[in-house]
């Protein structure tokens, strides 16, 4: 029986299943952007690892903010690679990327929003996100921060998934017995593998993910949409 869920954010509550390389890839497209995908995943690695190091997202930042800050770093480390056209102007292309994905972002929260209403009602939810140190400003911008008991956040607690340790905080948070926590979310190394370890129970969100998924067995159960999570959990 479940008594309480465990929730990621990006990737699942924010773009239904969809990686954020993918999100942000098709922002490239649609820009007309020219730069191979291959090169263009390398910089998004880039751009993760450095704001992972670096403390540029401030607690108060809002998610354009932190588009513009992703988007920035990663289109700089491209043009400084030769993978784009001189001359290119950084600031504007990353203004317009940011603009169109945080407009995405808005709609797919607005629907998930709905779905944590439910869920709320019944159980307690708690989110457990690799985020900046501002995912409590991203949840009241969004509008979605009610529905939470709690947050565990990597840049605040010190630990990112796939540490387990991550999934044990928020089963902590709780107070439930882990066997009777659900964790919900998109990428089957970071959460559900990790979660499974921590001794929850799984429910994937099965998406564009980053890579091929070969071994899908720890998942107790898969969904292609998070609104599907409703009646799977229930």
């Known amino acids: 029986m479940i008594r309480g869920i465990l929730l990621d954010y990006g990737g699942t509550i924010d773009t239904d299943g969809i990686h954020w390389s993918e999100v942000l890839w098709t922002a490239y497209c649609d820009m007309g952007i020219p730069v191979e995908k291959s090169a263009f995943r390398e910089a998004y690695k880039y751009g993760e690892r450095y704001l992972a190091l670096h403390p540029v997202i401030k607690p108060s930042n809002h998610f354009f903010d932190v588009l513009f800050a992703k988007t920035t770093i990663q289109l700089i480390h491209l043009a400084e690679n030769?993978?784009?056209n001189e001359p290119f102007d950084v600031p504007v292309n990353s203004e317009r990327i940011s603009e169109i994905c945080y407009e995405r972002v808005r709609k797919t929260v607005k629907k998930s929003a709905?779905?944590?209403k439910q869920l709320s009602q019944t159980f307690p939810l708690?989110?457990?996100?690799?985020?900046?140190?501002n995912?409590?400003?991203?949840?009241k911008e969004m509008d979605i921060n009610q529905y939470f008991t709690d947050v565990v956040e990597s840049a605040v607690v010190g630990?990112?998934?796939?540490?387990?340790?991550?999934?044990i905080l928020g089963v902590r948070s709780l107070g439930f017995d882990a066997a009777h926590i659900a964790v919900v979310g998109d990428s089957?190394?970071?959460?559900?593998?990790?979660a499974k370890e921590a001794g929850c129970q799984t429910v994937w969100l099965r998406g564009k993910e980053w890579e091929e998924t070969p071994d899908t067995g720890k998942a107790d159960a898969v969904i292609d949409h998070f609104e599907e999570i409703i009646a799977t959990i229930n």
Do not use: E, H, M, Q
């Open 159 to 167: 630990v990112r998934k796939p540490d387990p340790a991550i999934f």
């Open 82 to 84: 030769g993978c784009l």
């Open 188 to 194: 089957y190394t970071k959460d559900i593998i990790p």
């Open 126 to 133: 708690v989110l457990v996100s690799n985020f900046y140190g």
């Open 135 to 139: 995912i409590r400003t991203v949840l």
């Open 114 to 116: 709905s779905v944590l």
